[in-house]
């Protein structure tokens, strides 16, 4: 399946943007695109985790919801990155 891409452009502070080239060199990252989708990617697990943990909390006090975004569908999105 080919994977359409979108070219964003982010500015950064030179520390930032230090901490990134670092990443790099050290061979962690092939490129500063590659580190930012592996930040976002951790951002997203992050949320999930969040909103798990915050039904975990309702539905222990009695007061469960439905997530608004299924595991399956998250999964999905995680494969196409």
């Known amino acids: 399946m080919l994977q ?3 070219v ?3 500015s950064l502070p ?3 943007t ?8 050290s061979g ?3 490129s500063r695109s ?3 989708r592996h930040l976002l990617r951790l951002w997203s697990e992050n949320k999930l985790y969040s909103e798990l943990e915050h039904s975990k909390q309702e ?3 009695g007061k ?4 608004k975004t299924s595991l399956k569908e998250l999964w999905y999105e995680a494969q196409k990155s």
């Open 14 to 16: 030179a520390p930032l």
């Open 59 to 61: 539905i222990a006090q």
């Open 64 to 67: 469960g919801k439905l997530l």
């Open 34 to 36: 590659e580190f930012i």
């Open 18 to 25: 230090n901490i990134v080239d670092s990443e790099i060199k």
């Open 8 to 10: 964003i452009n982010i």
């Open 4 to 6: 359409m891409r979108n």
């Open 28 to 30: 962690q990252f092939a």
